[in-house]
């Protein structure tokens, strides 16, 4: 079982950055992947970025490459997802996931959700 908590959500205008973390629970944490989703406002939850047990593989979104990053620490169990060039479009719930699987496993169907933390971006 995992555990997972999200924080450092908030509002920021266009351009601007944030940084979102995830801190785990659970012995096994380094061998899940790891990643992040988002649901906007009337918006189906789409996956956002993850990052393999090792770290050494990631995936993103189309809609976020080269202004995200996705990273992990697993000494203190946790996942990281640095927001740059931040657009209005950007807004939404963002959640932490967790796979025993693989990083594919976890961009389509991950074990594990967080209860998310939001994210607004004002124009």
């Known amino acids: 079982q995992v555990q997972l908590v999200e924080s450092g959500g908030g509002l920021v205008q266009a351009g601007g950055s944030l940084r979102l973390s995830c801190a785990a629970s659970g012995r096994t944490f380094s061998s899940y992947a790891m990643g992040w989703f988002r649901q906007g406002p009337g918006m189906e939850r789409e996956f956002v970025a993850g990052?393999?047990?090792?770290?050494?593989?990631?995936d993103y979104a189309d809609s976020v490459k080269g202004r995200f990053t996705i990273s992990r620490d697993n000494a203190k169990n946790m996942v990281y997802l640095q927001m740059n060039s931040l657009k209005p479009e950007d807004t939404a719930v963002y959640y932490c996931?967790?796979?025993?699987?693989?990083?594919?496993?976890?961009?389509?169907?991950?074990?594990?959700w967080g209860q998310g933390t939001q994210v607004t971006v004002s124009s």
């Open positions: 996931a967790a796979d025993r699987r693989t990083l594919y496993s976890l961009s389509r169907r991950p074990d594990y």
């Open positions: 990052i393999s047990w090792s770290g050494v593989s990631t």
